[in-house]
């Protein structure tokens, strides 16, 4: 008996078999679940996206062209989760963006308006976008679901270098906080929580200046003495996303190693 069996959902965030997301849906396969996908509408992502999502073993995959900055785009996903299959269980949101030049150390003083507003369009505002077109696929009278989205410790401390993508983070967490309680009220049964992952080099940690440092200093500081896993993420990921944590929403759970408790 997988944890996640009979359960399915969508996965945004996948770019390639680095994303944190990719090791999420690792994790939900090799417990049962099915998991739906998408891919950002630019370049060869298609194909990558295809690629690593084969290669965990998943035939035909469902996938859809999804940009999360457009309420159309999201429309037609969730549209078609509906007349697919009427229902779903969990979502998972992995996705952020932040213009790189502003990554940098010294900059975030400098950032231009569009640059901090399009930061918090797709790193934060995305998750409520996605959360209020799933609610009506998550009915209480199937248990309700379970939403999951991944933020950083620079969102409540600051992270020379994090800049404004610390600030989307902020307000990521929050938009969680707020998400669960109201759709944990009215029977609705529908659970959102956050995964505060440590650095970990994709192709979005990429952008984040000094990315080698960051982890250096994990390895250095943390309680365990090491960088997390992709894996380790993944199998929050279906803790959260599964009845084990039927108790629990509205919750930041950091997996860095003990990184964010230790003062010194
Ligand atoms: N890598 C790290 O160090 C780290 C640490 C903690 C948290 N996170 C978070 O994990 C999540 C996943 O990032 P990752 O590190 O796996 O990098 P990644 O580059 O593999 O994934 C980022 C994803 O965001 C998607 N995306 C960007 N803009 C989009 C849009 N408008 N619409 C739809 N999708 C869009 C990209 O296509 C990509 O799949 C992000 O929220 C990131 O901030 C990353």
């Not at 269980?89 to 231009?112: E, M």
Request: hydrophobic share 40%.
């Amino acid at each position: 008996m997988g944890l996640m069996d009979g359960k399915r959902g969508i996965i945004f965030g996948i770019a390639n078999e680095r994303s944190y997301a990719y090791f999420i849906a690792q994790s939900l396969r090799q417990h049962g679940a099915q998991s739906l996908f998408t891919y950002l509408p630019l370049g060869k992502m298609e194909m990558r996206v295809r690629k690593a999502v084969e290669g965990l073993g998943i035939e035909n995959p469902w996938m859809m062209p999804c940009d999360a900055n457009s309420d159309e785009s999201l429309d037609a996903v969730f549209d078609k989760i509906k007349s697919d299959f009427g229902a779903i269980d969990y979502v998972v949101h992995s996705i952020a963006f932040a213009n790189k030049d502003f990554l940098k150390l010294d900059t975030f003083h400098t950032t231009p308006r569009d640059v901090y507003l399009s930061a918090i369009d797709t790193s934060a505002y995305t998750l409520l976008a996605m959360a209020q077109r799933a609610l009506p696929l998550m009915p209480a009278s199937g248990g309700g679901g379970s939403i999951v989205c991944l933020s950083y410790y620079g969102g409540e401390r600051v992270t020379p270098g994090y800049n404004v993508m610390g600030v989307a983070k902020a307000a990521l967490e929050q938009t969680t906080r707020y998400l669960a309680y109201e759709l944990g009220d009215k029977g609705r049964n529908v659970r959102v929580n956050c995964i505060s992952a440590g650095p970990f080099k994709t192709l979005a940690g990429a952008g984040v200046g000094g990315m080698d440092d960051m982890i250096a200093h994990q390895e250095r500081k943390s309680s365990l003495k090491r960088a997390n896993t992709g894996e380790e993420v993944g199998d929050t990921a279906v803790y959260l996303l599964s009845n084990l944590s039927s108790g629990v929403t509205g919750e930041t759970i950091h997996v860095e190693c003990g990184f964010s408790i230790v003062g010194i």
